[in-house]
C-alpha cells in the first residue's frame, strides 16, 4: 500500500516538503467524544489498551475526525514496566500506581528483558497491524515506548511525581543498579519497538517525560547514553523522534543520537533549538497545549506565529500532550492551520 | 545588634567575600529532629505557621543545627492567598487543598489586597521579629513571599498540579482577568514584604516554584513584570533575590528585574547563567538536592565541583528545597564543604 500523504515521513528523512506535517501528542484519547464513547465500552483504560481492536480503532479515529497527518497507535509507556514483571493499574484522577517497585539488586534481577519481556506485548503488535491495514496508507503510523530513564522513574517512584527525588536519589545512592536497570529496561525497549516496526510501525517516538527532572551531568550519564542505544540499534530506514520533555539542556547532545528529529516542549524558542542543533535534523513542536484554549482565530495566529518561527524542517505539534477538555474548536484551528500553511 | 555573619548580605550587594555564604531552601523543615518534635507539639503544619514563637523556633534550629549562613522565616507562601480570602488546608501526602478557587471577575473583586490583606498577617510579623531577636546578630534572616504567577497557579487551582494547565489556559481564556488578578497579588505581595521587613528581614526571596510551567513569552507577559514591580517597590537597601524554577530561558531579563540575587535549578549550568547574566549579579544555588543522598565524600567532591564551576559572587544553595528524608550526614557534608572553601 502506498502511502498517500507521507509528509511526516519525508521531513524526518530530512527530503523537503510544501507544509509542515501536522499531529498531536495524546491526540487518540479523551479530546474525541468518540475515544469517550469507546472507552466507556472497554470500561478501563488498561482495557482500551489491550484489545488489539479497540486500540485500532482508537489510533483511527482522529484521523478521520481531525484530518491529521499521522496515526500514532494507542497504547501506554507503562507496557514496558509491566512486561518486564511490575504490573500497573490506573487510578481515577491519581494516575498510575505499581504495586511492586524496584528497592534492591535481587529486584532487577528478577525482571524480565529483552526479547523475552518484548514477546508479552502480542497485543500491541496486533493493534499495530489491524491500525496499519485500516490505514490503508492514508498516512503513517507512529510507534513508541518510553525513554529508560521515564520507564526507570515509574519502576523506582511505584507512581508520578512532581520531583521524582527517590528515582533520582537512586542515581547518586546506588549508580551501579540504576545503570543495570536503565540496560535492561534499553533491552526491551528496543526489542519492542522492532517488533512494533515489523508489525507496522513506519516511524517510532521516545517520550522522555521526566528529562527535565534531571541535570544535565545526571541527564548525560543516565539518560542520553540510553537513547542513543536505542536509537543506534534500529534499522536506519526507519526514523526515530526524541522527545526529551524538559531537556534544553541537552539539545545539541540529543542531536547527535542519530534520533531525525527532536521533539520541543513550549518553554524551548526554535530559535534556541535551531541554535543548539544546527539546521540538518528535523523538529517537533512546540505549540502550548493551553493556547487551544484561546478563541479559535486566537489559536490561528498562535499557531502562524509559531510556523513562522520554526520555518521548514518542522513537524507540527504542541510541546506535550492535548490535556483531555481541549476545545476541539481549537484543536480544529490548530490543525487546519498548519494545513493551510505553504512555505515560499 | 551588629551582624556577626553577613557575608549573605555582602554577596547579595555585590561586595566580596572571603568564601560563599550557604543556607538551603527548606532548611527549616522536616530533616532536622528538633523540627519534627516541634510540629508534633504544633499538631499541624499551620499550626506551626500561625504560632509566632513556634515559628521563630523553627526559623532558628538550623542556625543551631547545621551552621547555615542564614534564618530564613519559617511560614508558608500560601498565607497570601489565603490572607486575600481563600483559606488552604493541608492534607497529608496530597498537598494543599483551597475550597475556594478564582473563577470569574466577582471572585477577584471579592478578594482583599494590598495593605488590607497584608495587615492580616500578623503572625508572620511577630515570628520575624522574635526570630531576628533571637538570632542576637549571628546571621541574616531572609524574608521570603511566593512570586505572583505561582500564587496565581493556587488561586486558580486549588491544589498542586503536575501542569498547572487550569492556571495555563486562563492566561489565554481570559488575559485580562489574569492581570487584574496578579495585579492584586502583586499589591499583596509588596505590602507583605515591607511589613516584612520592618519587622526584621534583612533581604527577601521571591519563590516563582512554577515558572518552568510557562513558555518565554507567557512568562514575559504574566510572570516577569509582576517580579520586577515588586523588586523596584521595595527599599532598595533590602536584596531580593528571584528564584524563578525552570525558567532557564528568561535568566537574562531576570537579571534586569533589579533583584540582586538570580537563584538557579539544578539544570542550569553556573556557565549558562553566567553567559545569561553577565558578571555582576550574584548567583544561587544549585547542587540537585538528590547529591545529598550519596555517601558523604562523594557529597563533599559535588559540592567544590559546584563552588569551582560557579566562583565568585555565589551564594551556595540547593537547586530546589532540601527533601524531608535527606540524610542528614549529607546535608552536614554539603554545609561544612561550603564553609571551609576559600576563594583564592
Redesign the interface.
Request: hydrophobic fraction near 45%; glycine fraction near 8%.
Given at each position: 500500500m502506498e502511502l498517500q500523504n507521507d509528509l511526516l515521513l519525508r521531513v524526518a528523512r530530512g527530503a523537503s516538503v510544501p507544509r509542515p506535517p501536522v499531529w498531536m501528542m495524546r491526540q487518540a484519547g479523551r479530546i474525541l467524544p468518540e475515544y469517550r464513547a469507546l472507552r466507556a465500552e472497554a470500561g478501563s483504560f488498561v482495557n482500551l489498551v489491550r484489545s488489539p481492536e479497540m486500540a485500532a480503532e482508537a489510533t483511527l479515529q482522529p484521523v478521520a475526525a481531525l484530518g491529521v497527518d499521522a496515526a500514532i497507535i494507542f497504547s501506554d509507556i507503562l507496557v514496558i514496566p509491566e512486561a518486564m514483571g511490575l504490573p500497573y493499574e490506573l487510578i481515577e484522577k491519581q494516575g498510575p500506581r505499581f504495586p511492586k517497585t524496584i528497592e534492591r539488586s535481587k529486584d532487577v534481577e528478577a525482571l524480565l528483558s529483552g526479547d523475552a519481556a518484548a514477546e508479552r506485548l502480542e497485543y500491541v503488535y496486533e493493534a499495530l497491524r489491524l491500525a496499519r491495514r485500516r490505514l490503508n496508507g492514508r498516512v503513517p503510523l507512529i510507534g513508541f515506548c518510553g525513554a529508560p530513564w521515564t520507564i526507570f522513574c515509574y519502576m523506582i517512584e511505584g507512581q508520578?511525581s512532581?520531583?521524582f527525588?527517590k528515582a533520582?536519589?537512586a542515581?547518586?545512592?546506588a549508580p551501579a543498579l540504576a545503570h543495570r536497570l536503565l540496560d535492561r529496561i534499553t533491552e526491551t525497549s528496543i526489542a519492542y519497538l522492532e517488533r512494533q516496526v515489523e508489525a507496522g510501525a513506519q516511524i517510532v517516538q521516545i517520550f522522555d517525560s521526566w528529562a527535565?527532572a534531571?541535570?544535565?551531568e545526571?541527564y548525560r550519564a543516565f539518560a542520553l547514553p540510553y537513547i542513543e542505544r536505542i536509537v543506534q540499534a534500529l534499522d536506519p530506514l526507519v526514523p526515530v523522534i526524541a522527545f526529551s520533555k524538559?531537556a534544553?539542556?541537552a539539545l545539541s547532545e540529543l542531536a547527535k543520537t542519530g534520533a531525525g528529529v527532536l521533539g520541543l516542549d513550549?518553554?524551548?524558542?526554535p530559535a534556541?533549538a535551531r541554535a543548539q542543533v544546527g539546521d540538518r535534523i528535523a523538529l517537533q513542536g512546540n505549540l502550548?497545549?493551553?493556547?487551544l484554549?484561546?478563541p479559535p482565530e486566537?489559536v490561528v495566529r498562535a499557531t502562524e506565529s509559531m510556523l513562522r518561527a520554526f520555518g521548514p524542517r518542522h513537524i507540527a505539534n504542541l510541546?506535550?500532550g492535548v490535556?483531555p477538555d481541549t476545545p476541539l474548536d481549537g484543536v480544529r484551528a490548530f490543525i487546519q492551520t498548519v494545513k493551510g500553511w505553504r512555505y515560499q
Amino acid at each position: 500500500m502506498e502511502l498517500q500523504n507521507d509528509l511526516l515521513l519525508r521531513v524526518a528523512r530530512g527530503a523537503s516538503v510544501p507544509r509542515p506535517p501536522v499531529w498531536m501528542m495524546r491526540q487518540a484519547g479523551r479530546i474525541l467524544p468518540e475515544y469517550r464513547a469507546l472507552r466507556a465500552e472497554a470500561g478501563s483504560f488498561v482495557n482500551l489498551v489491550r484489545s488489539p481492536e479497540m486500540a485500532a480503532e482508537a489510533t483511527l479515529q482522529p484521523v478521520a475526525a481531525l484530518g491529521v497527518d499521522a496515526a500514532i497507535i494507542f497504547s501506554d509507556i507503562l507496557v514496558i514496566p509491566e512486561a518486564m514483571g511490575l504490573p500497573y493499574e490506573l487510578i481515577e484522577k491519581q494516575g498510575p500506581r505499581f504495586p511492586k517497585t524496584i528497592e534492591r539488586s535481587k529486584d532487577v534481577e528478577a525482571l524480565l528483558s529483552g526479547d523475552a519481556a518484548a514477546e508479552r506485548l502480542e497485543y500491541v503488535y496486533e493493534a499495530l497491524r489491524l491500525a496499519r491495514r485500516r490505514l490503508n496508507g492514508r498516512v503513517p503510523l507512529i510507534g513508541f515506548c518510553g525513554a529508560p530513564w521515564t520507564i526507570f522513574c515509574y519502576m523506582i517512584e511505584g507512581q508520578g511525581s512532581k520531583t521524582f527525588s527517590k528515582a533520582r536519589a537512586a542515581l547518586y545512592r546506588a549508580p551501579a543498579l540504576a545503570h543495570r536497570l536503565l540496560d535492561r529496561i534499553t533491552e526491551t525497549s528496543i526489542a519492542y519497538l522492532e517488533r512494533q516496526v515489523e508489525a507496522g510501525a513506519q516511524i517510532v517516538q521516545i517520550f522522555d517525560s521526566w528529562a527535565g527532572a534531571l541535570g544535565p551531568e545526571q541527564y548525560r550519564a543516565f539518560a542520553l547514553p540510553y537513547i542513543e542505544r536505542i536509537v543506534q540499534a534500529l534499522d536506519p530506514l526507519v526514523p526515530v523522534i526524541a522527545f526529551s520533555k524538559g531537556a534544553w539542556f541537552a539539545l545539541s547532545e540529543l542531536a547527535k543520537t542519530g534520533a531525525g528529529v527532536l521533539g520541543l516542549d513550549w518553554t524551548i524558542t526554535p530559535a534556541f533549538a535551531r541554535a543548539q542543533v544546527g539546521d540538518r535534523i528535523a523538529l517537533q513542536g512546540n505549540l502550548d497545549p493551553c493556547a487551544l484554549y484561546a478563541p479559535p482565530e486566537q489559536v490561528v495566529r498562535a499557531t502562524e506565529s509559531m510556523l513562522r518561527a520554526f520555518g521548514p524542517r518542522h513537524i507540527a505539534n504542541l510541546g506535550h500532550g492535548v490535556y483531555p477538555d481541549t476545545p476541539l474548536d481549537g484543536v480544529r484551528a490548530f490543525i487546519q492551520t498548519v494545513k493551510g500553511w505553504r512555505y515560499q
